[in-house]
């Protein structure tokens, strides 16, 4: 296959962008408050923040919300995303498209996502797969993100109709089936195809089967990710996911020590569960990126999480009651497990040619 002379400088920027993915991703998790990363292991961009399903176990079914005290859904604009891609550039490495919403519902997702490629920056997609027909699976084939993660919870068309409410079963892995055709008729490595389930309790004996059962179709990975309650906004259990009592010992959140969000509003969130945004870290179209994360605010939150004092915490962020904290920041499985990630994605991205 020709070797395109992007593809060759994605190649040639391999090893800077590894070593700062590295080094980002490291300080983040051991330096936490004391030595924060120069930039995000990761920018969430939220391209929109609706989405077309109403999963028993995510924020957009919370039956304990009040529908008035949720923040406004919309769409990001071509203008906001191409600012935050130009101030990225250089400076973040990966980008995720996918933060409170389904970014392939946003009419301009595939173009957003050959701006974000042709900016040499290492490009993840989260998506319910739902929309991601054989046509755009090629068209975002061509276009050539790192990887493509679809939530696939069960492997059977019971468990996900019941888990993942809105969707059919079918519709969704006849989509999946069709990227695996669309990357080989392509004789591309990338995207990296993902299929991600929570790991709820209900199906903890069927995850080898499960995994068995989408590695078979020619996905390259299966995660498993824990259950959250979205910073403790959900009070209440939701669906499938029961509210369990706090630990006697609090984790240490690493979140907006890796991560930054920034939502279809351009409102900046410090991580992935701050739905409703009750930490907003400033407005990018007022603050620039890298005095976000430089900002004292931030650093603020960092130190509170880093007490693992949950009365500290509650006090200083109002995020006592997420599930983060009962989870261990960096075992050696999840070490395992991002680092193939990690690998597969510049792997990927940088092999095809």
């Not at 101030?87 to 701006?115: K, M, S, Y």
Request: proline content about 6%; charged content about 20%; hydrophobic content about 40%.
């Amino acid at each position: 296959m020709k070797t395109s002379r992007a593809t060759s400088s994605r190649r040639r920027r391999l090893p800077v962008d590894a070593v700062r993915f590295g080094v980002n991703y490291l300080t983040g998790v051991y330096g936490g408050d004391r030595l924060p990363p120069p930039a995000p292991a990761a920018l969430l961009i939220g391209i929109t923040s609706k989405c077309n399903l109403r999963c028993d176990f995510c924020f957009h079914a919370g039956t304990d919300i009040p529908t008035g005290s949720r923040r406004p859904k919309g769409s990001m604009t071509e203008e906001r995303f191409t600012s935050i891609i130009d101030q990225a550039r250089g400076w973040c490495t990966h980008i995720h498209f996918g933060l409170f919403g389904e970014p392939t519902l946003h009419p301009r997702f595939l173009d957003f996502v050959r701006i974000a490629v042709d900016a040499q920056l290492t490009v993840a997609v989260f998506t319910n797969g739902t929309l991601l027909d054989a046509e755009c699976a090629r068209e975002l084939v061509e276009i050539g993100p790192a990887s493509v993660s679809f939530s696939m919870e069960g492997y059977t068309p019971e468990e996900y109709n019941r888990l993942r409410v809105g969707s059919r079963w079918e519709v969704v892995i006849n989509n999946l089936r069709g990227l695996v055709a669309a990357k080989r008729a392509a004789g591309r490595r990338c995207p990296v195809i993902v299929a991600r389930g929570i790991a709820l309790d209900a199906l903890a004996g069927q995850r080898r089967a499960h995994a068995d059962f989408y590695r078979a179709m020619g996905v390259d990975h299966v995660m498993w990710m824990p259950p959250a309650n979205w910073s403790g906004s959900l009070r209440g259990p939701q669906g499938s996911v029961p509210i369990s009592a706090p630990p006697a010992r609090t984790q240490r959140c690493t979140f907006p020590s890796l991560q930054l969000g920034i939502d279809w509003d351009g409102t900046a969130v410090p991580c992935c569960a701050d739905f409703n945004a009750k930490n907003a870290l400033g407005n990018v179209d007022v603050t620039p990126l890298r005095d976000i994360w430089n900002s004292e605010e931030l650093a603020a939150l960092r130190r509170s999480l880093a007490t693992c004092n949950r009365d500290q915490i509650d006090a200083t962020t109002g995020c006592a009651g997420c599930s983060a904290l009962s989870q261990p920041a960096l075992s050696f499985k999840k070490t395992v497990q991002l680092a193939r990630m990690a690998i597969g994605e510049f792997g990927s991205q940088f092999a095809d040619g």
